[in-house]
């Protein structure tokens, strides 16, 4: 997780307007382990099979999902990109779980530093019904209000596109591009949607039955470790306070299903979590040390196990 303040930098237009496609980021990361520097390499489009402006998206979209970390001119890995992507040993490398792409929107939305649109989305951006117009209009003040380098107006408008395409899936296939078509994978969340047509979006809380254990708890761990405290109001885990993500936000849960979430992960990692009343605040109490990878290896262990059990039945 990337906190935003005022002083932090920010990244806006970096995707060349290409949205996360299924495989570049196995791709991409296989590519980067076997040559570091192969995003600035000629071969890079023969080495990924893609065109030049591609490479240079996919080597985005690596570092908005945590996956490699940009150090001034050098990408290193992080411990999450290896847990998760490492071709050989990794938990999930080709995306085949739906839990790891709810966690890879977490990795993104929480990113304040190299997502910028996609934090100030999910974590401050609070209309549930809204135009592509209301979008871009809002995000221009927010980016007037506290971010001191100018962003030319269509970047902004290009990253307001981008993410709705990157959300909603594809409806008319005849009227898009067969490059455009393909669906991000991040559009089978349904965190937004087109209504009626493409003038109205809609982005609500709801219970999100379908959101996995996993990533949610991941989530709240890791705002337990960036604030560094050992309780936290469940309002906290709701709503973003501007400079932290809050997993409700981010993933569009109602009270409801927050809390439905927060007694799910509780039941599932016993002695870890305890919810409680102080002074009629409803707070959620950290109880042992724990860290955001560890719940990761306890699910993706848990997933294979089932999956043997099954295939022997």
């Known amino acids: 997780m990337k906190p935003f303040d005022k002083s932090c930098a920010v990244s806006f237009g970096r995707h060349e307007t ?3 496609r299924f495989g570049w980021l196995t791709k991409g990361f296989k590519a980067w382990c076997e040559d570091p520097s192969i995003f600035e390499k000629d071969d890079a489009t023969v080495v990924l099979g893609v065109g030049k402006n591609m490479v240079h998206a996919i080597r985005y979209w690596l570092i908005a999902c945590q996956i490699l970390k940009a150090n001034k001119h050098t990408l ?10 490492d071709i050989k040993n990794g938990l999930d490398p080709y995306l085949e779980d739906d839990a790891t792409i709810w966690l890879l929107h977490w990795l993104i939305a929480s990113n304040a530093e190299n997502a910028t649109a996609f934090f100030w989305f999910f974590n401050l ?23 001191s380098s ?14 709705l395409r990157t959300f909603e899936p594809t409806i008319d296939f005849k009227k898009t591009p067969i490059e455009e078509g393909l669906d991000s994978p991040l559009a089978i969340l349904g965190l937004i ?33 960036f604030s560094r405290l050992s309780s936290l109001p469940i309002e906290k885990l709701m709503i973003s306070d501007g400079f932290y993500a809050a997993p409700g936000a981010v993933y569009r849960l109602n009270e409801e299903g927050l809390i439905n979430k927060l007694e799910e992960m509780i039941a599932w ?22 860290e955001p990878l560890d719940v990761l290896d306890k699910y993706y ?12 039945a």
Request: charged content about 25%.
């Open 76 to 85: 290193t890995s992080t411990l999450l990109g290896e847990r998760l992507f």
């Open 125 to 147: 951006f609070h209309k549930p019904e809204f135009t592509q117009k209301e979008l871009f209009e809002t995000l221009q003040v927010f980016v007037h209000e506290n971010i």
């Open 18 to 20: 290409f949205t996360l």
């Open 269 to 290: 990692l016993p002695g870890v979590f305890e919810l409680r009343e102080t002074a009629g605040i409803h707070q959620l109490y950290k109880l042992k040390q724990i």
């Open 301 to 312: 262990e848990e997933s294979n196990e089932s999956r043997l059990v099954e295939i022997r």
């Open 150 to 163: 100018r962003v030319a107006s269509n970047t902004l408008k290009s990253d307001i596109t981008l993410m």
């Open 193 to 225: 949607n087109e209504i009626g047509n493409s003038k109205y979006h809609e982005s609500k809380l709801e219970n999100r039955w379908n959101l996995p254990v996993v990533p949610f708890s991941y989530a709240v761990l890791e705002v337990f470790k």
